[in-house]
């Protein structure tokens, strides 16, 4: 979810940072909705076609993550956050 909330502030369509970053727009649209599980290198290819660094998009993660701990449970029982890398 980072990398599309980023993509979305920059104005960026997803085919633009798709083809920055060496993917398919299939692709990065399935890793952004959770549903691909990139490598390390693929994520810092979309982060760089984003202009952030690995450090930053690591941070604001882990700040999403922070933050997720005081959320009430989902109906399943689940915290009800969806991250994408």
């Not at 997803?14 to 083809?19: G, Q, R, V």
């Amino acid at each position: 979810m980072q990398l599309r909330r980023i993509r979305h502030e920059r104005k960026e369509r997803l085919i633009d940072t798709a083809e920055k970053a060496g993917v398919s727009p299939q692709f990065l649209s399935e890793m952004e909705r959770g549903l691909k599980d990139p490598s390390s290198e693929m994520i810092a290819a979309i982060a760089g076609a984003l202009g952030v660094s690995l450090g930053e998009l690591t941070q604001w993660v882990s700040a999403q993550l922070e933050s997720a701990k005081n959320w009430p449970a989902g109906p399943a029982g689940g915290d009800g956050l969806v991250l994408a890398a």
